[in-house]
């Protein structure tokens, strides 16, 4: 994982939650990481990772705070800790 995808892991973890933060990047730091991604005809993202799944709204150029907390909570649950597996 770059530097670049390291980055934006470690802003989808920080407090206070970042709101400038662009869905483009997530959806690459979700394929670095190794998870399956879908576009559904709905307007959003299907992502698989670890033997979790999870969708998310996809109309948006950045992630609302909203959206960065359900990102942050799905990697979670992949056992993902940006701190420990990737650090800076």
């Given at each position: 994982m770059n530097h670049h995808h390291r980055k934006i892991l470690h802003a989808l973890f920080a407090h206070p939650i970042s709101a400038n933060i662009?869905?483009?990047d997530v959806e690459s730091v979700l394929r670095e990481l190794g998870a399956e991604l879908d576009h559904?005809?709905?307007g959003r993202l299907h992502a698989r990772l670890k033997g979790h799944s999870a969708s998310f709204a996809h109309g948006h150029h950045s992630l609302?705070?909203?959206?960065?907390?359900?990102?942050r909570k799905?990697?979670?649950?992949?056992?993902?800790d940006p701190a420990r597996d990737y650090p800076l």
């Open positions: 662009a869905m483009k559904a005809h709905s609302p705070k909203e959206e960065v907390i359900q990102f799905f990697l979670e649950g992949c056992g993902i």
